[in-house]
């Protein structure tokens, strides 16, 4: 790898982490400032009754889908957080690191509570206060609601992560071609008599 692709795959290094501990930080702290002025019984209005502060610990995912099973989905939080971030430290594409940013800190920032107000095994309720109506959220389940339109437009867009890997497997027939592509004019013509 020359300098400059160093330099450049540290940089993306770099904003994937920095994405990751603000979005990270933010959540924490509103849920902090939320435990803190608001109750259960709070009803304070922010955009008329669309969106409203109320205090809540969901031991669920969205909805309180799957109360009674908190731990099978800390697990799963934490084994996505972990692939996610592998794919944030390794893409040489900008978009993907700041998207693998987004999505592992919605995750971690949702496992952190699990984690910190845990009666069991990782088994603790979530702190939500953003109230739509229908259910009740925080600022993690807003970051993975944007990271989840990235990740759909990223994909549609076909961009590249440049992940061998993950490329092949995204984007068969371009990964080849564009790996065919740069590969060198002499070293073409070399495995062509190879091949012969």
Known sequence: MSSHSLRRSRWRVTVFVS???????ADQATKALAKRFLTPQSDISV??????????????????IGATRTWVISLFAILASVCVMWIGLKTQSLWWAITAGMTSAGALGNVID??????????????????????????????????AIAIVVGVLRAERFGITRIDRLLYSEDAE????????????????????
């Open 114 to 147: 699990r984690i910190v107000y845990a009666h069991g095994f990782i088994d603790g309720a979530v702190v939500d206060f953003i109230n739509y109506g229908p259910f009740v959220g925080n600022v993690a389940d807003i970051v993975l609601t944007i990271a």
């Open 177 to 196: 071609k564009s790996q065919h592509e740069k590969t060198e004019p002499g070293q073409r013509i070399e495995e062509n008599g190879r091949n012969k």
């Open 19 to 25: 994405v990751l501990l603000v979005l990270v930080t």
């Open 47 to 64: 955009i008329g009754h669309f969106i409203r502060l109320t205090l809540l610990h969901n031991s669920g995912a969205t909805m309180s």
